[in-house]
């Protein structure tokens, strides 16, 4: 099998070792095994024992267990300097795969530390795939510590705060995602809660959102960052439907307010580059 040369750059430092390496040949299979992986380069650490074959066109993880340590963004820069990475920072976490590269089984424990939020905490567990031009997953768990509302949206900006929870995936990058969310957002001890069903298209310009769900808790004093002159306050619960893009999106929402009795909305929001609006 070819292995494509990496472009011309370099880390400053590098050293590793590996314990066993062995491999197997036969007809349109072989298997490789990496025993005891100890690999350094620069800051970046990568322990762990890897077994993957080929079999025809398809690759596939027969064991994998591997921890990395401070994996930087800019060293896979790089490395890679067409790869195009959203955040910058330093990754470190454990792994372990079985399975097909189209369907494979993955647990894993992540920590990203960025240069710009701070930590970032994650657990994935589930299946995971890699389709021509597109990510599967099916039962994907996503455990995700509270992170700063603005990663998750722009559009959050005004409340600000954290938003942590659960979120589980099944779909195809090139069409629908469907997901179950349990979502805590939380700001100057004030504390909102929702869960329910969202399908997500992220095949447009801009995503599409198909979604119903349950207001367990809606802060309203946080929510009135929105809309500042409102002074809105009370605890809200209810049901909330989005359908649409993020600048054209209808809602449709029942909720009862603690402090002022019920309260009913259906209309369309939409946040366009110069603002919000509503309709």
């Known amino acids: 099998r070819r292995i494509g040369a990496l472009p011309p750059r370099r880390a400053k430092t590098g050293r590793g070792s590996r314990a066993a390496v062995r491999y197997v040949s036969g007809g349109p299979s072989s298997d490789i095994s990496l025993h005891s992986m100890a690999l350094a380069l620069e800051t970046a650490r990568l322990n762990g024992t890897v077994n993957f074959g080929f079999d025809k066109d398809e690759t596939r993880f027969d064991s ?23 955040r910058s920072g330093v990754l470190s976490g454990v792994l372990a795969a079985r399975g097909p590269l189209t369907a494979a089984t993955i647990n894993g424990t992540f920590r990203f530390d960025d240069r710009q939020a701070g930590p970032l905490r994650m657990r994935a567990r589930g299946v995971v ?18 992170l700063p509302a603005t990663l998750a949206s722009e559009a959050l900006a005004p409340p600000g705060g954290k938003i942590g929870g659960t979120v589980t995936v099944n779909g195809r990058t090139d069409g629908w995602l469907d997901t179950r969310v349990a979502l805590v957002h939380t700001i100057d ?30 802060s309203l004093p946080a929510m009135s960052r929105f ?17 649409g893009v993020l600048s054209d999106m209808a809602i449709a929402t029942a909720v009862r307010v603690d402090s002022a009795g019920g309260l009913q909305v259906t209309g369309r929001y939409g946040i366009p580059e110069r603002g919000a609006s509503f309709a």
């Not at 795939?129 to 509270?146: D, H, K, M, Q, Y």
């Not at 801009?206 to 769900?213: G, I, K, N, S, Y």
């Not at 809309?227 to 359908?243: H, K, S, W």
């Open 227 to 243: 809309a500042p002159a409102l002074d809105l306050r009370g605890l809200a619960q209810g049901t909330l439907t989005l359908r």
């Open 64 to 86: 994998v267990a591997v921890r990395v340590d401070r994996l930087d963004t800019r060293l896979v820069h790089r490395l890679l300097p067409d790869l195009e990475i959203p």
């Open 189 to 218: 001890g004030l504390r909102s809660q929702v869960s329910g069903r969202a399908r997500v298209n992220l095949t447009g310009v801009e995503p599409r959102v198909d979604a119903t769900l349950t207001i367990d808790a809606l």
């Open 129 to 146: 795939g890699s389709v021509p031009n597109a990510f599967v997953t099916r039962n994907l768990r996503l455990e995700i510590a509270p």
